[in-house]
């Protein structure tokens, strides 16, 4: 039987590929997908969001605006602005479809009040959202059977020294999630980086001759090219993490990732670590164990995965001539921006990052 998931994202490239794996897995029953503003502005999200469910030809997954800004604080400023490794809008033909009508948080609620306590909630963006439907309906709780989070680190951070972008864009929200009690597995940096894509499995991915395969190869090309220019892999250029497809897989197939259960929190004041997830390995805290952090993954069989997975086509495509759309004149997305601004940025705070995901 196929695993119900919510998937919350906050669309970029590599939340466009958790978004295809999701869709067309045939272990995935994907029942909806939150936005929240993240790796670009809020409605950059949602239309990335809209253009990936289009391209793969499966536009009747239902996709609910959410939140613009973190919870507790001004959107921070990012000295390495996320649109680096993502741009703003994919390389994606514009969106005829459009979201869901009311916000996502009450769509959350009113999902899981109505359920049989079988969907499990996968954010793979900052944790606004979830924390704000914990907050305004706690009863939800009870109905989540599992929360897997990307996001977090422990070795290393990407948007200060020692913290993950999703966490360190909002802590107050991150540590309402992680200490929410319900069970938790955290796919952090720590795995991620552990699970790269090369250049030469994306244009594998690109051979296979489907709309995913194809979107996938140009998101993970993208990836490729930012992170070798702002944050290369220290052990291997011509390759990066694809953060949010691992949290994915991690759903269909646990053994993808190597957990520790351990006691988690998030670090919410601390002048240098703000966005920390402060994992205490040697329950040194006497805290309880609350999340399955992640701090090993199988490349391998993530790849291998990805290119089972996106070489389907959704069910309404496979009785189509198969070809990918716009395959011919690829449309390129708009220029990378050097700064998020509009509507759905709050005003600039302090708070900077160096580097971002």
């Not at 993240?38 to 536009?59: A, H, K, Q, Y």
Request: proline letters at 8%; glycine letters at 8%; one cysteine or more.
């Amino acid at each position: 039987m196929a695993t119900k998931i919510i998937l919350d994202v906050d669309t970029g490239t590599d939340d466009a590929v958790a978004l295809m794996t999701a869709a067309l897995s045939p272990d995935i029953e994907l029942v909806g997908a939150t936005v929240v503003n993240g790796n670009t502005v809020l409605d950059s999200c949602v239309e990335n969001t809209l253009r990936v469910f289009e391209w793969i030809g499966m536009p009747e997954v239902p996709v609910h605006r959410g939140m613009s800004r973190p919870l507790a604080r001004v959107q921070p400023t990012q000295l390495n602005p996320a649109t680096r490794i993502h741009g703003d809008r994919l390389d994606l033909p514009e969106a005829t479809i459009k979201a869901a009508p009311g916000h996502a948080v009450d769509w959350l609620i009113d999902t899981y009040l109505a359920s049989a306590g079988d969907i499990r909630l996968v954010p793979v963006g900052p944790l606004t959202k979830i924390a704000t439907a914990i907050v305004k309906e706690p009863r939800i709780l009870e109905y989540i059977p599992e929360i897997v989070i990307m996001g977090g680190a422990h070795d290393h951070g990407n948007s200060t020294a020692s913290a993950e972008f999703n966490i360190w864009l909002d802590p107050e929200a991150a540590r309402i999630v992680v200490n929410c009690g319900r069970p938790i597995r955290m796919v952090p940096l720590d795995a991620t980086h552990r699970a790269l894509v090369s250049g030469e499995q994306a244009e594998g991915l690109r051979a296979l001759g489907t709309p995913a395969g194809e979107a996938a190869a140009r998101f993970v090309l993208k990836r490729i090219e930012g992170y070798d220019a702002t944050q290369p892999m220290p052990h291997r250029g011509g390759a990066a993490p694809v953060h949010d497809a691992l949290a994915v897989c991690a759903v269909i197939d646990p053994t993808v990732i190597t957990t520790e259960f351990i006691p988690v929190d998030v670090e919410t004041g601390g002048e240098l670590s703000v966005g920390r997830t402060v994992c205490d390995f040697r329950f040194r805290s006497r805290r309880p164990a609350n999340v399955h952090f992640a701090m090993d993954a199988d490349e391998p069989k993530f790849n291998a995965m990805l290119r089972d997975i996106l070489g389907r086509t959704a069910p309404a495509a496979r009785s189509g001539t198969g070809q990918v759309p716009g395959a011919s004149s690829p449309r390129s997305s708009r220029p990378v921006m050097g700064a998020v601004d509009g509507a759905d940025s709050a005003s600039p705070s302090p708070l900077q990052s160096s580097s971002a995901e």
